[in-house]
């Protein structure tokens, strides 16, 4: 699944993950780095570590997972022999990294029910310009539940 982002400050794409009930929906962050002034092939990936605490009252469950997704920023380009092979950037370390040397699309899930919770951060640069994010999130999550034919019924999360 492939999200091309214009370099302009506005809604770019969403998309929807349907099997699984969590959408998804990219935009361009607010940061002091700038986007590129060229076209972004932004690659998600959206790995579902656990589903738990299912609600059919509210139509709500939780999510522990990862969100990774990757790109190539021309910008970013380097010597591998002035530096170490891979700069990475963990946590607080990349947050700051984020705020204020790299552009970062940010992908929002677009149907929780609350902010979601970050529980690791890393992002790392390769020499050719290739940024790769990952974060282990976790979020409360909605969805339309069809609960009638319950408990003989089947779920697809």
Not at 38 to 47: A, Q
Not at 86 to 111: C, H, Q
């Amino acid at each position: 699944m492939l999200i091309r982002s214009a370099c302009y400050k506005t809604l770019l794409l969403f998309f929807l993950l349907i099997d699984s009930g969590i959408q998804l929906y990219a935009f361009q962050n607010n940061v002091k780095a700038s986007p590129p002034d060229y076209l972004v092939t932004v690659e998600p990936n959206l790995y579902i570590g656990r589903i738990y605490n299912i609600d059919l009252v509210d139509e709500s469950y939780q999510i522990d997972g990862s969100l990774s997704y990757t790109w190539f920023d021309e910008r970013l380009i380097y010597d591998p022999k002035s530096s170490s092979t891979f700069l990475t950037y963990k946590d607080g370390e990349a947050e700051n990294f984020m705020r204020s040397e790299i552009w970062v699309p940010a992908l929002e899930f677009i149907n929780i029910q609350s902010s979601r919770e970050t529980n690791g951060l890393e992002i790392t640069v390769k020499p050719d310009g290739k940024v790769i994010y990952t974060e282990h999130f976790s979020g409360t999550f909605h969805t339309q539940m069809q609960s009638e034919k319950y408990p003989f019924d089947s779920k697809t999360f």
